[in-house]
C-alpha cells in the first residue's frame, strides 16, 4: 500500500511537471511583439501664415492637412511615415513651394 501511495505521489509530480514545460514551450514559441523605435520630431515645411488644420493616422501613415492662404502654398496635404518620420510626400493645391 506504502508503494502504491509514492507511486500515485511520483506519477502527479510527473504530470505537473510536465504541464509546465508544454507551457513554457508554448509560450517559448509564440511570436514575439515588434519593438516599435520612435523618432524624436518632424518639421514640415509650411510657408509663414498656413496652420495645420488637421491630422489622422490610416494605417503606418500620417495624413497632415494643411490651411491657408493659396497664395502662399498653404493648402497641402502631407504623408508621413509613422515608424521613421519621414515625409513620404506632399499634394498641394496652387503654388507649392
Request: glycine content about 12%; hydrophobic content about 55%.
Amino acid at each position: 500500500m506504502q508503494a502504491l501511495k509514492a507511486l500515485v505521489i511520483f506519477m502527479g509530480v510527473l504530470i505537473v511537471a510536465s504541464l509546465a514545460l508544454l507551457a513554457y514551450g508554448l509560450f517559448g514559441r509564440m511570436p514575439k511583439s515588434p519593438e516599435v523605435a520612435g523618432f524624436d520630431a518632424v518639421a514640415l515645411p509650411l510657408p509663414a501664415g498656413c496652420v495645420l488644420a488637421e491630422a489622422r493616422a490610416d494605417g503606418e501613415r500620417l495624413i497632415v492637412r494643411s490651411d491657408g492662404p493659396a497664395e502662399r502654398g498653404c493648402q497641402q496635404v502631407f504623408v508621413v511615415d509613422l515608424a521613421s518620420g519621414r515625409i513620404l510626400g506632399r499634394v498641394g493645391a496652387g503654388a507649392v513651394p
